[in-house]
Nanobody
Framework: QVQLVESGGGLVQAGGSLRLSCAAS????????MGWFRQAPGKEREFVAS????????TYADSVKGRFTISRDNAKNTIYLQMNSLKPEDTAVYYC????????WGQGTQVTVSS
């Protein structure tokens, strides 16, 4: 069974950067679109970014466009989310997702941006 394990979350000041990673088990990783979602306290889980299996196509939420970059390394079964110019409103639990629609979720990693 495929497992997704996120890492890289933490506390950062506004304007700072963090890089999230999501490592996947399983041999079919490269055939899946992968993505990042986030959920702030009291809010619905929302889409952040996605990347096609080959890495050739990426999509971003308007709220993170120009600040976040999604990438993947299929040799390492890992995707990344580079987050720059972080804002307090980026504070949330960030979840890695596999598939569109999502067939598997990671356990989440907390990102807290202080003002």
């Amino acid at each position: 069974q495929v497992q997704l394990v996120e890492s890289g979350g933490g506390l950062v000041q506004a304007g700072g950067s963090l890089r999230l990673s999501c490592a996947a088990s399983g041999r079919t990783f490269s055939s899946y679109t992968m993505g990042w979602f986030r959920q702030a306290p009291g809010k619905e889980r929302e889409f952040v970014a996605s990347i096609s299996g080959s890495g050739g196509r990426t999509t971003y939420a308007d709220s993170v466009k120009g600040r976040f970059t999604i990438s993947r390394d299929n040799a390492k079964n890992t995707i990344y989310l580079q987050m720059n110019s972080l804002k307090p409103e980026d504070t949330a639990v960030y979840y890695c997702s596999m598939g569109r629609p999502t067939v598997r979720w990671g356990q989440g990693t907390q990102v807290t941006v202080s003002s």
